[in-house]
């Protein structure tokens, strides 16, 4: 059966065009088609032409790549939700001892099987890869010894997953349609022209392995026309060169799969912008110059700024240049950063959006709410989290079904009143002792409903999960949620769809529960719950095309709006950087065509391509920094702004003008006579401008407030640079926003958990079944007799962590074959330590009567020890370090940290010693740790201490400023470069850039 193929050109609507085929006779019985798009939003789109073409009629059936493959004969396995993956993953890894497996990596081992699957393979692949390990030269024989071992836990994982579906008799979403795939390949009638009489398959740029073999059958199946989006020229490049570096290649690759024949007139289809994007990949030789082009990148210094420019630049257009709100996309590449600043930018300026971005479940009110109540039974109450859920406006109709009387701001005040006067921080029993002992009455009553509600949550017993389930459907009706959705209508968008996002999540832990017979701590089964339920993004049911668009960025395929603003145009959001790869390499990845990072590059490519041919407008944003840290502006801006210097056409970089709302204008002087209706606010808000913008450094505030609690990072930064000091004392930075949830990957963080657990052993034995050794304490003294066994161990441990690793795995390797020698070597070389004389990772807060007087004030410094270990000879203190600190200028106080945890250590009666005192930074490479007798100590120390009593006699009764002083010491780590006030910026463009701030703003 011949398919046909069509080609629309990137800066027309491929909606458009369809709609008018599809409105034409031979297509007017709409129910007979069926149109397979790449995401939902083009079928939104699609219903709202048709609907303004004909006014009504019966719509065709528009479907998903997905929602195609369940048109094929159902197989006679039940198909599982994610969620319910995800828990049978996590059962067995829990129930079989497998190496290299624990829980909490059931995500990313999801994401590897299904890629698996999607890519055509069963259980046989991982006897592939282990032949691919032993051929490759690149590695040395312990680590494929380790890749080996890996490879061979996921098979078991795999094999074993796999076992417990067929005996269920249940299927994944993958797995299901690669099943229903394999029958129709096999002689089956896959049902297609009972579905529909002709198919379109329309703005596909890439599809996995299984998605070409179900497009093939279909093809073979049922009349079908596939309408490409993008631009011909750079398509027949990438068709005629086979060049694999064209932006291109895996739309060319789509085509070559399925033996598409596009067909090319000659005349090429040119617009300003596609001509730029030519030149820019090397598509075009054009050297002519281009008119017309209005491409505007903007430079801001923070995410912030960013948003708020985009917010201006879209009034703007809509005012000035009376563009439809609905003709405009802001296209967001990284929801995380960008989301929450958008929703309340965009409330605040008054911008109507449709709003299509996730928003994460806990910045809901039912989500907050459920957050919190599970993070009080799982973490024993934090103070913080009681003052928190009181703070929760779903508390009011909550505390009125207990008692109509109670006064919330009493209850906050008492708990805090408890919390002052008997030092405690958690505990809900202990909480409502001292409440009952204080004669608290509404907070006792508060507090014993709270206790009845994590009574199944306390102790020790472990249930299945359906017992777990059940316990949180009682736990979802005594807190009335429900009655607190439907008693709010004005937030019913959002939160019932979080509600029923809960709902359907305990409907899938009861399925689950059917068939995995998991026992489960309540902590375990809060974390499967916040992993599996509470961990979603709620997408609003906002009015369709009213509004600037708001979208992400796989939702920009296939528009072609009349304008379009992309925030976050840096490396690492846009395009995105490699992605965490726990499982193979690049290389292993590609020879068994598995997705791989030069692949996601090229559809980053691609995706920028047609995003210049989007649109007649165009605006990039791109930060300077993020959270204090320099972000890189991306190569497609690089490329970009080369393209601009060869002078072929004026592109417009300028800096972002973020003047939008009322008061962004505060570096204007506020009058006492200004008539400003929250003028108080104002001069609060202005007086923390004054305090970062004092280019002298003369902070107006409580100078002994900020000089009345030190760490040894604040000490050194006061010594060292004061300017650094104030920064971090009044917690100033760039922007405060939200901070995403990320998993540690520091080596450091690393190393100094393996050093810390090889002493104390592993308090979680399900971290280690198999090893139970490692759950107890280490009170050996290194020797040559134990040598092999505490290396042993070391490794093991080192392994059970190994996920902080990231994607540092090499780290792991130079330490098993060096790093953890040298460390039980220095060990050795300690001798005897006096019993009870081991103390690993503790902390001290010290008061500092010295610096008290000086300031008025009670002072105190807080220390954090990764070791101190007594012998007969000596008090040690030891600090792990990657790197050992230069330390030439050492009795001159220039690295204060071992002086300053002398000085407070030997004043504490706890570790009294007639012994010497000794200081050591140890790493893991030197054979010999440097070392510090107390000699060297004592002068260091007494340096530190005139210095910083002259620091003090300088800002305290001189009031001199908290100036900037650079150095090679105090400028290395700085994290407040991008306001420093005595050098310029890092990130400032060299001579010639074109940007400039010049332009007024438009908004």
Known sequence: ???????????????????????????????????????????NYLHLELTRKLGACIPPKILTIESLGKVLPHVSRRQIAAATQHIIINSLICENIIPCTQPGMEPDIVRFFDEIAEAG???????????????????DERHIRQLTAQTKAWQQLYSRYLKFLQEKKLTDRAHDLLERLT???????PGFKQFAEHYFVIGFADATATQIRLLKLLQKNAATEFWLHGDSAALQHALTHKDALSPYSPLAHFVEKLKLQPVFDGQQHSTPHSRIARRLFRISDDVSPVSDVEIQVHKATSPLQEVKAAVATAQNLILKKNIRPENIVIAVPDEAVYGDLLWAICEEAGLPVNYALGIPAVRTQTGQWLYLLLDIFANDAPIAVILDLFNNKLVNPWLQSIDSEIDKNDCIRHLQHITKKHHIT???????????????TDLCQILRVMLDLAKPFTGFTERSLEEWTEVLWSLTEKTGLHEFVQKNPGAYNLENRVLSGWINGLQQFSLAGEFVH????????????????????????????????????????????????????CEGQFPAGPRRELFYSQPLRSKLGLTTTFKLEKLHDQQFFNLLCAAPIIHLFHSSSFNEDPLVRSRYLQRLQLFDEKNVHKIHFRAAQPYLLYGDQLAEEIHPDMSYPN???????YAQIEKRLDQAGLFPGNRAEVLSHYSYSTLKYLLLCPYRFLLSQLKICDDSLPNAELQATDIGIWLHSVCQFFFTGIADGRLAPHWPDLQKPWHHLISDENMELALLRLQRIAQIYAYKLGDHREDLIFMEDVGWSIFLAHEKGLGHIVPGGNHVEFEREYPLPEISARTGRECSAAIRIDRLVQTPQASIVIDYKKTIPVTKNFEAGKEPQLPFYFHLLQQDATFATEAEWQGQYRDFKSAKPKSFAESRLCTAWENI?????????????NNAGFTAEPSDESCQYCTFSGICRHMERPDVDKPGTTFTDAEPAEA
């Open 679 to 685: 003028r108080d606010d104002l001069r609060e808000l």
């Open 518 to 569: 998991l026992k489960l701590t309540s902590k375990n089964f809060i974390n499967l719950v916040l992993q599996n339920i509470l961990n979603v993004k709620i997408r609003p049911a906002g009015q369709p095309f009213i509004g600037v668009q708001v979208l992400g960025m796989l939702e920009l395929r296939g528009l072609s709006p009349e304008a379009v603003l992309v925030l976050g145009n």
């Open 1 to 43: 059966m011949p398919e046909q193929i069509r080609i629309i050109e990137r800066d027309r609507s491929i909606i458009t065009e369809l709609a008018t085929v599809l409105t034409q006779d031979e297509h007017k019985f709409l129910q007979a088609t069926a149109i397979i798009v790449p995401g939902r939003r083009l079928l």
């Open 945 to 957: 201490s005139k210095k910083w009593q002259a620091r003090l006699t300088d800002l305290l009764e």
């Open 183 to 189: 029958a129709c390949e096999n002689g089956v009638e």
């Open 121 to 139: 393979f069963g259980a046989e692949i991982f006897d592939r890869l282990t032949d691919l390990l032993q051929q490759n030269p690149f590695y």
């Open 426 to 440: 958690n505990g809900l029993n202990r909480f409502e002792e001292l409440a009952h002992q204080q004669k608290y």
